[in-house]
């Protein structure tokens, strides 16, 4: 099952808002109920950091300008009001179903 | 905290093997799935493989299917990857993470695999 990400590339002005769409090829619930869509944010030369799990939920110490939503195959992670800690990329990781897969990945950067 | 620290890559011949390992600390390491991704240079992420707490369900990725083990020994607190007949398309960033498919969480720093001639 794959997801697809848009945009590839994201320009945003500081403190503007930003919106990133993942959708599946299928839908990502799960036998168990559960809608296993995560985020996680690759800053440069840095390892991934999760930062929504199972759709919206947040990990602690991430801000709350982001924010996650969506259901079945469709998918959205929103930045309320862009910093400038937020460029990188953005990969959203469908692990519903075997294999688990990353989107191609959207690179954030500023204006 | 949370810790994972990969260790192993290197520069291996086409046809080569190499051992990953991955330390962990900061948790009850036998309480968690864990797994291997790994990320192509310039490229996307890809999942590699998982393994069950207790090391008895392992899950691959078809393109490493029989030529790559994951394992782990709970009480050295460590993962591993056995990466045998390597190929040029296997070089990459490859990453440890707490927790299986569904949820992962931690990732660690990552070490690099280059597979050349």
């Known amino acids: 099952v794959v997801v697809t990400q848009s945009p590839l590339s994201l320009p945003v002005t500081l403190g503007q808002p930003a919106s990133i769409s993942c959708r599946s090829s299928h839908s990502l619930v799960h036998s168990d109920g559960n809608t296993y869509l995560n985020w996680f944010h690759q800053r440069p030369g840095q390892s991934p950091r999760r930062l929504i799990y199972?759709?919206?939920n947040r990990d602690s110490g991430v801000p709350d300008r982001f924010s996650g939503s969506g259901s079945g195959t469709d998918f959205t992670l929103k930045i309320s009001r862009v910093e400038a800690e937020d460029v990188g990329v953005y990969y959203c990781?469908?692990?519903?179903?075997?294999?688990?897969?990353f989107g191609q990945g959207t690179n954030l950067e500023i204006k | 905290e949370v810790q994972l620290v990969e260790s192993g890559g290197g520069l291996v011949q086409p046809g080569g093997s190499l051992r990953l390992s991955c330390a962990a600390s900061g948790f009850t390491f036998s309480n968690y799935w864990m797994s291997w991704v790994r990320q192509a240079p310039g490229k996307g992420l890809e999942w590699v493989a998982n393994?069950?707490?207790?090391?008895?369900?392992?899950y691959y990725v078809d393109s490493v299917k029989g030529r790559f083990t994951i394992s782990r020994d709970n009480a050295k607190n460590s993962l591993y990857l056995q990466m045998n007949s390597l190929r040029a398309g296997d070089t990459a960033v490859f990453y440890c993470?707490?927790?299986?498919?569904?949820?992962?969480?931690?990732w660690g720093q990552g070490t690099p695999v280059t597979v050349s001639s």
């Open positions: 993470l707490r927790g299986g498919n569904s949820i992962p969480d931690y």
């Open positions: 393994i069950k707490q207790d090391g008895s369900e392992k």
């Open positions: 990781m469908q692990g519903t179903h075997w294999p688990p897969y």
């Open positions: 199972k759709v919206s």
